[in-house]
């Protein structure tokens, strides 16, 4: 069993930044491809970024391209979400979610290839 706890969220004006941090209690998050979603008030959650167990490969949705980054540091079983030039469409809970891996570069992005899941991190743009 994995659990994965968030961190890092809050409130910031809009053009602003955030980095978001995704803990897991695993014995090796080398073994896990990783990725972060968001789900805004009354609408689905929705795919945000995603990286390989490597680190080697990531993945972002359309509407976060060139402002956010994903990165993991696995010696620390953490995975980081650095968010830029914040919009207040970006507001919503954003969750981090795990899943083993089952090649060093493969990156996920359907909320269904993930079995673990945090209790996600409230990130407030305001304008």
């Known amino acids: 069993q994995v659990q994965l706890v968030e961190s890092g969220g809050g409130l910031v004006q809009a053009g602003g930044s955030l980095r978001l941090s995704c803990a897991a209690s695993?014995?090796?998050?080398?073994?896990?491809?990783m990725g972060w979603f968001r789900q805004a008030p009354g609408k689905e959650r929705a795919f945000v970024a995603a990286?390989?167990?490597?680190?080697?490969?990531?993945r972002f949705g359309d509407s976060v391209k060139d402002r956010f980054t994903i990165y993991r540091d696995n010696t620390k079983n953490t995975v980081y979400l650095q968010m830029n030039s914040l919009k207040p469409e970006d507001t919503a809970e954003y969750y981090c979610?795990?899943?083993?891996?089952?090649?060093?570069?493969?990156?996920?992005?359907?909320?269904?290839?993930?079995?673990?899941w945090g209790q996600g991190t409230q990130v407030t743009v305001s304008s």
């Open positions: 979610a795990a899943r083993s891996s089952t090649g060093d570069y493969y990156v996920y992005t359907g909320q269904s290839n993930y079995d673990y």
């Open positions: 695993v014995r090796a998050l080398r073994g896990y491809a």
């Open positions: 990286i390989s167990s490597n680190g080697g490969r990531t």
